[in-house]
């Protein structure tokens, strides 16, 4: 009875270690799909799935691109940049069944792993966005010489010279009278401006006479007779021929009326006024509240005085005039003193010319070649990157061939087709570099050409 009970039981026992292996086995099912174990067969399915969304898309209408501005619309490949790697991407590749796919299909699986696409763009606006143009701005050159945009020089300086015609003018000093001396020591002075150069004649006090009842008539007696233009010799020699020195000294009104002429001609530029007298003001003007409401005005001209043959109280009041327009007082007491003044202005106008010269040079040829340098550094960056993706994928072309994934003949055509598209961005980025280059070269050239043309020119005017 007990042997047998103990029969029972074992079989009990039996059975149970049975059930137990059979529950485990299907908790082991469960964890596996066809016998793969589930994180497994999770990857395949994975890939399975990307692997048909790429098949989906290479069904779609694909059309090659033929211009820079196609590729760059094109989205990215899953491994460029630094993200290429050539063992990821054989893996990818062979994943893929191309077996049966034309060469348009194999070169749209290439790009969608390797096409560069998008990642062209910050290069391709570089160059649709570069400046090319010279932008450095040229300094103040002396006498308002100015250049414009094209490398071309021209003058922008207005220079009114106002001229006592009062009776003291008519004094000798060394055999001529001082409106003599005046007016040679003047038209030299202007011939010996650069061409363009802005002048203008103003004469007070050549009206009347210095008595007491001719003083009304003098004292309102201000007149252009050269108006602001470029120096003319003959006519610049005729306005000085006709007047004569007679009447009282209406300084403050010669200068408040050429605040008037500045105005109206509203010419752009720097404004120079020079006025030349032997004496105070006599008709009962303020040449001091002139002289700083003109250079406190819009016009903000420089106010030098030149003192002939003034006595100290003359010299005081024409200094205070000076100051007060923002320019110098000279004083000269006969011929030689006043050339020699003359030839000092000339100086203080065109002796910073070679400084100028050198230092705007410089300043052109440091932004030229800044220019160049970028340009040539976006290009070879251009270049590398097409070069990079180009090469990756020719690489992988023959990785197909020789896994026989391709045939011959379309490994041929895929690596034509992408010899096209490495043409396309080659020509693309070399001939606008080869434009802007041109053209910053051109630009420099001409105006470093232009600013030692002018600094010789200039130069050699100062020394004659």
């Known amino acids: 009875m007990f042997e047998k009970n103990r029969w029972k039981l074992g079989m009990v026992c039996l059975a149970t270690l049975f059930f137990l292996l059979a529950l485990t086995g299907c908790n082991l099912k469960n964890e596996e799909t066809n016998g793969v174990p589930k994180e ?144 040679k020591a003047i038209n030299e002075f202007v011939a010996s401006l650069p061409e363009g150069a802005n002048i203008m004649l103003r004469v007070y006090g050549h009206k009347g006479s210095n008595d007491d009842k001719d003083k009304k008539i003098s004292c309102d007696s201000t007149e252009v007779v050269y108006d602001l233009a470029p120096y003319n010799k003959g006519d610049f020699g005729e306005a000085l021929g006709d007047f004569k020195p007679t009447g009282w000294t209406p300084i403050a009104k010669a200068i408040s009326e050429t605040k008037e002429d500045f105005e109206k001609a509203r010419s752009e530029g720097q404004n120079i006024m020079y006025i030349v007298s032997d004496g105070i003001e006599t008709c009962d003007g303020d040449p001091v509240r002139a002289a700083k409401d003109l250079h406190d005005s819009n016009i903000e001209p420089v106010i030098n005085i030149i003192g002939f043959n003034v006595d100290s109280k003359g010299q005081k ?69 097409s070069s990079d993706e180009s090469n990756r994928m020719y690489e992988a072309t023959s990785y197909l061939k020789d896994k026989d994934q391709i045939n011959y003949e379309t490994w041929e055509e895929v690596r034509s087709l992408v010899k096209q598209r490495r043409e396309i961005i080659k020509e693309y980025y070399d001939d606008k570099y080869e434009e802007l280059n041109t053209t910053v070269k051109n630009e420099g050239e001409s105006l470093k050409e232009s600013i030692k043309k002018k600094e010789e020119e200039m130069k050699e005017k100062y020394k004659n």
Do not use: C
């Open 317 to 385: 009041q024409l200094r205070e005039v000076a100051e007060a327009g923002g320019g110098e007082f000279e004083t000269v007491n006969d011929a030689d003193d006043f050339n020699k003044m003359w030839d000092e202005e000339r100086r203080d106008l065109w002796n910073q010319w070679w400084s100028w010269g050198n230092e705007n040079w410089s300043i052109v040829r440091d932004e030229q070649n800044k220019k160049i340098s970028s340009l040539l550094e976006e290009k070879n960056d251009f270049s590398r990157l």
């Open 40 to 183: 497994e067969a999770s990857g395949e399915k994975k890939e399975k799935k990307e692997s048909a969304e790429e098949d989906e898309v290479l069904e779609e209408d694909f059309e090659i691109a033929t211009t820079m501005d196609e590729i760059i619309e094109e989205k990215p490949g899953r491994y460029t940049g630094n993200k290429y790697n050539e063992a990821i991407i054989h893996r990818t590749l062979d994943k893929q069944d191309l077996q049966e796919k034309d060469s348009f299909e194999v070169y749209q699986t290439l790009l969608k792993q390797m096409g560069e696409g998008e990642n062209y763009k910050g290069k391709y606006q570089f160059f649709e966005e570069f400046n090319p143009s010279i932008e450095t701005a040229v300094t103040e050159m002396p006498g308002g010489i100015t250049i414009d945009g094209s490398g071309e020089l021209g003058i922008d300086v207005n220079i009114a010279i106002l001229l006592d015609a009062s009776g003291s003018m008519n004094q000798k000093v060394g055999g001529k009278t001082k409106m003599e001396l005046a007016k």
